[in-house]
């Protein structure tokens, strides 16, 4: 059961931040709070720091998953676990970087 946690977990968390970050995009584009910080807007700076943070996240995520403390036992569910945390990076930086390049609110 460990295993499947250790395998899954990565997937779940990208997906936590992709609808966090999307949401935050939707929240943002209804509320108007003029600049925030030379010159970018709050909705920038708020979708950047969560694309970081989501980011971080991940990295975290991965390197518990090379750990020997808490990664899973030498073995398929090993390499599973190691391969589906890179996806999960990976998926993050690819999905939530054109938010926060592209934003436009009407």
């Known amino acids: 059961m460990r295993d499947l946690l250790r395998i899954l977990v990565s997937p779940v968390v990208w997906l936590a931040a992709f609808s966090a970050v999307y949401g935050l995009h939707g929240i943002l584009c209804e509320i108007d709070l003029g600049a925030a910080f030379a010159g970018a807007s709050w ?3 708020s979708l950047a720091i969560a694309f970081a943070l989501a980011i971080l996240v991940q990295v ?3 390197m518990m998953l090379h750990s020997d403390r808490f ?3 030498p073995g398929f569910s090993r390499v599973v676990s190691r391969a589906s945390g890179w996806v999960g990076l990976v998926a993050v930086v690819w999905t939530l970087f054109p938010v926060l390049t592209t934003t436009t609110c009407g």
């Open 43 to 45: 909705r920038r700076l």
């Open 60 to 62: 975290v995520l991965l």
């Open 71 to 73: 990664g899973a036992a």
